[in-house]
């Protein structure tokens, strides 16, 4: 009977999550699932862990609800007061990373973009990745990571002529645009983070412009490469060219 019972909640929750669900079928499934058609959703999507309910109970007024697949685990989450941060950091804290966490909806019919979404934020994660993420300041990647053949033609266009280069240059330029990309473009403080002189960032963010032929004083030039560093950390093997050169 507990097993019919499953079998009748996950596919209510198919209906919503890949947006079968009419409008009465909504109404019929928020009252099945105990979930009002009005509220504060999010949705989680991980790679299959077996059946991670168990070690997932509610907590910090959230209730989560759990559709395992082949592919993926998903779980719809009634947050209450609770922000999609919190689902991240409670996924991340039990160990069940990879993963990605939607923006907030408001509505069960909305639970089919919420998923997407959620599926979105997964990508950033890129190979190797452990954390539960939201999408939330992760859009740029999410789009990347979304368009691979797109993604390797970006990184080899911009980044080509220093990916050529040795990999401890390549590592040591690639950081120092990250840090300074994280302070918010300040040459003090990303010399304060990679302790180093403010000088030797400048001189090594001017390498970088020289051989991407890219400056960081222009902005669209600017986007192509924080772009392009996304792409780089997120194909899945090194960087090639959309041929396979």
């Known amino acids: 009977m507990r097993q019919r019972g499953d079998e009748r909640e996950w596919a209510l929750l198919d209906a919503l999550l ?3 669900g009419r409008p009465d079928l909504v109404t019929s499934a928020g009252a099945v699932l105990g979930l009002p058609e009005r509220g504060r959703y999010a949705v989680a999507v991980l790679p299959p862990h077996g059946r991670p309910g168990s070690r997932t109970p509610d907590a910090q007024g959230m209730r989560f609800l759990w559709r395992p697949r082949p592919e993926r685990e998903i779980a719809v989450v009634a947050l209450g007061e609770a922000d999609p941060a919190a689902v991240a950091a409670l996924l991340s804290a039990g160990g069940l990373g990879p993963g990605g966490v939607s923006p907030v909806v408001d509505r069960l019919a909305a639970l089919g ?3 997407r979404l959620a599926d979105a934020a997964l990508l950033t994660c890129g190979p190797g990745g452990e954390e539960v993420v939201c999408l939330a300041g992760r859009v740029p990647a999410a789009l990347v990571a979304g368009q ?3 993604a390797a033609y970006l990184a080899t266009d911009v ?3 220093l990916l050529a280069r040795d990999p401890a240059d ?3 330029l690639v950081s120092t ?3 300074w990309l994280e302070c918010e473009g300040s040459p003090g403080r990303t010399a ?3 302790c180093c002189h403010r000088n030797t ?3 090594r963010l001017r390498r970088l412009e020289e051989l991407t032929s890219r400056s960081l004083s222009r902005p669209r030039e600017l986007v192509e490469l924080v772009l392009a560093l996304d792409a780089v950390r997120l194909l899945p093997r090194g960087v090639s060219s959309p041929s396979g050169d």
């Open 177 to 179: 645009l990250d840090a």
């Open 201 to 203: 960032v400048l001189n």
């Open 148 to 150: 691979p053949a797109l």
């Open 192 to 194: 304060l983070r990679l």
């Open 159 to 161: 980044f080509g002529p």
């Open 18 to 20: 890949d947006e079968r």
């Open 113 to 115: 973009t919420a998923r």
């Open 170 to 172: 390549r590592a040591l």
